[in-house]
Nanobody, 121 residues
Framework: VQLQASGGGLVQAGDSLRLSCAAS????????MGWFRQAPGKEREFVAF????????RYADSVKGRFTVSRDNAKNTVYLQMNSLKPEDTAVYYC???????????????WGQGTLVTVSS
């Protein structure tokens, strides 16, 4: 599975942004898809994941109620809708694919290249 994330950019606090992650291959629908982020000088952290069918989603406490993860298996794409953005959301955002439900980055086998989100105050 090859992943290509897009949609990052520079926004102001309170704005919204939608990230997309396009996957190649016919096996996309068999993978749990996750979003992680890494801010400068910090470790990569879990943001959200969506199960293979889209029925199950989980979020980090820091984004719960503001971010929504979804997927379209017909388009081999996973999305991260980010609302009410804060300066502390500034990071490089990565999409990743895992064969099972997990919050841990080590559980994801395939990673996209990352897309930068910068939120100004």
């Amino acid at each position: 599975v090859q992943l290509q994330a897009s949609g990052g950019g520079l926004v102001q606090a309170g704005d919204s942004l939608r990230l997309s992650c396009a996957a190649s291959g016919r096996t996309f629908r068999f993978y749990v898809m996750g979003w992680f982020r890494q801010a400068p000088g910090k470790e990569r952290e879990f943001v959200a994941f969506v199960s293979e069918s889209g029925a199950i989603t989980r979020y980090a406490d820091s984004v719960k109620g503001r971010f929504t993860v979804s997927r379209d298996n017909a388009k081999n794409t996973v999305y991260l809708q980010m609302n009410s953005l804060k300066p502390e959301d500034t990071a490089v955002y990565y999409c990743a694919a895992s064969p099972s439900v997990t919050y841990r980055a080590t559980g994801y086998d395939y990673w996209g290249q990352g897309t930068l989100v910068t939120v100004s105050s």
